[in-house]
């Protein structure tokens, strides 16, 4: 009895939030199909999912021009070993999350070996630098989106496109009862409770955290009665986190992990800009978005980002739902100021909350990473009928 063969698949992420939607999308289509065999660009989550690393997200996850400097020579270095992967491996199926600028290169190269690619959550391109939409049609076989909106710009451009609904709607679960969380914490329950989200990175860490730990005794001058918590990102060890905190009056409760849960027990969120926006509306707890980079960098962005917003949570719901602190608004004064208006204006916090949960309806319905494996085992299907 003659037995098949496995089907290499090369999967790239170059961020932490790629590396979770990535594992969550290899899962459903090993359970669809267990003769895959998954290669390629990822972080511990894809590891432990089945693939089977190439290279490690951290030697490729930036933030800002200024950083892609710095690790220009490892990037190229993924780069040459990937183009080696296409030589030696032949994969039957490239698929690409996000990460547009090394991607798109990339997808260039398996254009040339007659490799398909599916392009799994899209490059931002509807945001900023348009033109490279033409790229996509060139080289990407199909695209799947987790936003409502990408859909119809995608297909405007003919492209063929599917929506997904957004992963995060699977993969966003407490652990911990309120009661627990307030325990384990060591918090107190029934006090108003700010979460510290400043990024997963230490480089965002590094520029949005001193301007959040600088406004906290201003805070609480005006409200005697609040805790503030920081729940510190998988990977990253909280005894830097305690070393750039110091010793200052207001006490920060400093915890590994359990973001999700800090969330769901927060009334208000001081959040980076990013996936973690979309987190938090997804919980529906109301926030501040922070978002500050390198002055050359934010020059450029404001001289190619074509949308009004920055935040993640406002891009989906077509308007400010989240006041945003950018650049230099980014400072213990602004914080200070935002966090009053809101956190003493009951109103504010129940409309925030209303507009969330807008937010999370747009973001279509569970299933997201079964329905994009489904169309990636479609093509799959189709790429062996043709053998």
């Not at 997804?282 to 390198?294: A, C, D, E, N």
């Not at 719901?317 to 009951?346: C, F, M, Y």
Request: hydrophobic share 45%.
């Amino acid at each position: 009895m003659k037995t098949e063969k496995e089907i290499k698949i090369l999967i790239i992420a170059g961020e932490a939030s790629g590396d979770l939607h990535g594992s969550c999308l290899v899962k459903e289509l090993l359970a669809l199909n267990p003769r895959l065999r998954f290669y390629g660009v990822g972080g511990e989550k894809m590891r432990s999912a089945g693939v089977n690393l190439v290279a490690d997200i951290n030697d490729m996850a930036v933030v800002g021009i200024t950083e892609v400097f710095l690790k220009l020579r490892k990037i190229y270095g993924v780069y040459q070993r990937l183009k080696k992967f296409l030589a030696t491996d032949h994969p039957a199926l490239i698929i690409l999350i996000d990460y547009p600028d090394f991607n798109l290169l990339f997808a260039r190269a398996a254009k040339k070996k007659d490799i398909p690619v599916v392009y799994y959550i899209s490059p931002q391109v509807w945001a900023w630098r348009k033109r490279r939409i033409r790229r996509i049609a060139r080289l990407i076989k199909k695209m799947i989106v987790i936003f409502p909106f990408e859909k119809k710009f995608y297909q405007q451009a003919n492209i063929d496109v599917e929506f997904a609904g957004h992963p995060l709607l699977d993969s966003i679960r407490p652990h911990l009862s309120r009661s627990e969380a307030f325990h384990q914490f060591a918090l107190t329950p029934g006090m108003l409770t700010i979460g510290l989200l400043p990024g997963s990175r230490m480089s965002e860490i590094r520029r949005h955290l001193p301007p959040m730990v600088k406004a906290l005794p201003q805070i609480t001058k005006h409200l005697t009665s609040v805790q503030f918590i920081f729940p510190v990102a998988p990977g990253l060890d909280s005894r830097n986190i305690e070393q750039m905190v110091g010793s200052q009056e207001t006490t920060i409760r400093i915890v590994d992990d359990n973001i999700y849960d800090v969330m769901k027990i927060a009334d208000l969120l001081l959040v980076a800009s990013g996936t973690a926006t979309v987190e938090a509306a997804i919980i529906g707890t109301p926030m501040i978005v922070l978002y500050r980079v390198s002055s050359i960098t934010y020059l450029l962005g404001k001289l190619l980002i074509k949308v009004k917003n920055i935040g993640m949570v406002n891009i989906i719901a077509g308007k400010t739902v989240a006041p945003e602190l950018i650049q230099k608004d980014l400072n213990p004064e602004q914080i200070t100021s935002t966090v009053l208006k809101i956190v003493q204006n009951p109103s504010t916090l129940k409309e925030m909350k209303k507009e969330l949960i807008k937010v999370k309806e747009k973001l279509g319905d569970p299933g997201a990473s079964l329905r994009a494996a489904r169309v990636i085992n479609e093509i799959l299907q189709q790429y062996k009928n043709d053998e």
